[in-house]
C-alpha cells in the first residue's frame, strides 16, 4: 500500500482556501497510482496534528501544496508533523520513521522544475501567439521581506524562460517587494505584455489587488499612452490552478528522498479503527451528529434529527466528496474549519457502498476514528496546553503569556459547542461513540482554531461567544 498526503494551509475563515488542494487530490485520485490520498491543513481539519494518524499505510508521502518555500513549509508544517526537521528542504526531501510509518516530506511543489512549463501554458492559454519578437512575460510574485526564499522561485523561472528565449523580455515583479507590479509600464517595453501570477490559487490577491495595481480592466487591457508607447496586457490564470500540478506533485513524489521500490503494509491500528467502525455501521451507529444505516450492503448517512423524514424530501448524495461539499458550510452559510463543532447542516442523505462511506465519514469527521480507537485502546497521547501553547511560533508564540484563566474561558466558548471532550484540559472520557454514546469523542490536543482565538484573547481583540457559528 502507499498513502499520498496533500497538505494545504486552509482558513479558520474561507471555506475556498482548501478547494485546490481538494481539486488535486480528485485528480491524482483518479489515476489510481496510490491506494489513498488525504488532504491535510494547517487551519482546517484534518489536522496536521493528525492527517498521518488517517492514513492506512505505513508507507506515507507528504507533498506541501505550497508555491514556494517559505516558513509553512521549512517551519511549521515539519514541527506539527513531528519530523525533527526544521530550516531549507534538501532537494530529494526528508525522511523519517514515525510511529512505524516511512514518511517521506518534499519540497512544496512551486519550486519543481516542471513549473516553468506550466507558466508557458498559462501564457499560452492568455495569449497563443505570443512570440520572441513582441511579447513580454511577467512573472507575478507575492513576495515577502520575512523569507529570502520566497522569491527564489520567482527569478528562478523568469531566468530560465529569459534563457529559453521564447519572449522579447521576462521580468519578475512583486506584490508586496521590490520591483513592485505597478512599475511595469516603465520596465516593459513590448507591444504586448502577457502577465502570469505564480499564485496557489483564484483569490482575493488574484482577482482584486493585482488588477487594481495594474489597472487591468480584463483578461485583456489595451493601453493606448504608456511610456514606452502602446501596449496590450493579457491577463492569464495563476499557475497553481493549472490541471499539470497534478503532474508536478506526482514527480515531486516519485523523486522523493528514500522512495521505497515496495509497497508499505496496511497500518494495523487504523485496519482495526475501521474494521469496528464498519461492524458497528451495519447495525447501525450514532457518530457524532449523524446517524448511519444500512440495509442490503448499502448505508445511508443522514443528520440524527433528519431521522424518520422521507428520502425524497432530503438532498441525496451519492458520492464521498458530494458529502465533503454538503457539510463544510452550516446552516448559516458559514465555513466549518472544525468538523466536530455541533453545527452540522441539515437536509441531506448520502447512499454510499461500503467502500465510499469510509472516505464519507472522513470527510465528515477527520481522524475521529482513528483517535477514538486509540482512546478505546489506552494508546491515546494527551497534549497539555502548556506543551502546544510552547511549540507555537511566529504570530503565535503570543499564546504562550495566556493565562489558565484565559485559556480555560476561551475553551469554554469555544469548545462548548464542540462534540470532543478536552482530554488534553484533564476531562473524562469513560464511553466513546463505540459504546453508542454520540458525543464520545476524544480531543487530544486543543486545535489551531482554539490556539487562534486564546491569541485573540491575548492581543485584546476578541468579543466573547461569537465563535460557535464558525
Not at 403 to 408: F, I, K, M, N, W
Request: aromatic share 8%.
Amino acid at each position: 500500500m502507499r498513502s499520498l498526503v496533500l497538505i494545504g494551509h486552509g482558513s479558520h475563515l474561507n471555506g475556498e482556501s482548501a478547494s485546490a488542494v481538494y481539486r488535486y487530490a480528485e485528480l491524482i485520485r483518479e489515476r489510481g497510482l496510490y491506494d489513498e490520498v488525504i488532504e491535510g491543513y494547517w487551519k482546517e481539519d484534518p489536522s496536521l496534528r493528525q492527517v498521518l494518524k488517517t492514513t492506512a499505510s505505513t508507507d506515507v508521502t507528504v507533498i506541501p501544496m505550497f508555491i514556494s518555500e517559505g516558513y509553512f513549509t521549512e517551519t511549521v508544517i515539519p514541527r506539527e508533523l513531528g519530523l525533527g526537521h526544521q530550516g531549507p528542504v534538501p532537494p530529494g526531501g526528508v525522511a523519517r520513521v514515525l510511529g512505524g510509518r516511512t514518511v517521506r516530506y518534499t519540497l512544496p511543489y512551486g519550486v519543481h522544475p516542471a513549473m516553468t512549463d506550466v507558466i508557458v501554458e498559462r501564457a499560452r492559454e492568455a495569449l497563443p501567439d505570443f512570440s520572441a519578437a513582441d511579447t513580454a512575460l511577467i512573472v507575478l510574485g507575492h513576495g515577502t521581506t520575512r523569507n529570502e526564499n520566497s522569491n527564489r522561485v520567482i527569478y528562478h523561472n523568469a531566468q530560465t524562460l529569459r534563457e529559453s528565449g521564447q519572449f522579447a523580455e521576462v521580468h519578475a515583479l512583486f506584490l508586496d517587494e521590490d520591483p513592485k507590479v505597478g512599475t511595469w509600464p516603465e520596465v516593459v517595453r513590448a507591444a504586448r505584455v502577457v502577465v502570469v501570477p505564480f499564485f496557489a490559487s483564484e483569490g482575493w490577491h488574484t482577482l482584486e489587488t493585482i488588477p487594481e495595481d495594474m489597472d487591468l480592466s480584463g483578461p485583456v487591457t489595451v493601453f493606448a499612452e504608456n511610456p514606452h508607447g502602446p501596449q496590450t496586457v493579457y491577463y492569464a490564470k495563476p499557475v497553481g490552478t493549472h490541471r499539470a500540478v497534478a503532474d508536478v506533485i506526482l514527480h515531486l513524489a516519485e523523486e522523493a528522498s528514500g522512495a521505497s521500490t515496495e509497497d508499505g503494509d496496511p497500518d494495523h491500528a487504523h485496519t482495526a479503527a475501521w474494521a469496528t467502525v464498519m461492524e458497528r455501521a451495519r447495525q447501525g451507529l450514532r457518530l457524532g451528529e449523524v446517524l448511519i444505516t444500512c440495509q442490503s450492503g448499502v448505508f445511508e448517512i443522514r443528520h440524527a434529527l433528519d431521522e424518520g423524514m422521507p428520502g425524497h424530501e432530503l438532498q441525496t448524495l451519492v458520492t464521498p466528496e458530494g458529502v465533503r461539499d454538503a457539510t463544510r458550510r452550516d446552516e448559516g452559510g458559514h465555513h466549518r474549519p472544525v468538523h466536530t463543532l455541533r453545527n452540522l447542516p441539515r437536509g441531506w442523505r448520502a447512499v454510499l457502498n461500503e467502500a465510499d462511506l469510509k472516505r464519507a465519514i472522513h470527510y465528515l469527521y477527520p481522524a475521529v476514528v482513528e483517535e477514538t480507537y486509540a482512546h478505546t485502546c489506552h494508546v491515546l497521547r494527551h497534549t497539555p496546553w502548556p506543551t502546544t501553547a510552547r511549540r507555537q511560533t511566529g504570530i503565535y508564540a503570543k499564546v504562550q503569556k495566556a493565562t489558565p484563566a484565559q485559556v480555560e474561558a476561551v475553551a469554554e466558548d469555544v469548545c462548548g459547542g464542540c462534540l470532543r471532550t478536552r482530554l488534553w484540559a484533564g476531562r473524562k472520557l469513560p464511553h466513546t461513540f463505540f459504546d453508542g454514546v454520540p458525543g464520545g469523542i476524544p480531543c487530544a490536543e486543543a486545535c489551531t482554531f482554539l490556539v487562534a482565538e486564546v491569541r485573540e484573547e491575548v492581543s485584546g481583540k476578541r468579543g466573547g461567544g461569537h465563535t460557535h457559528n464558525h
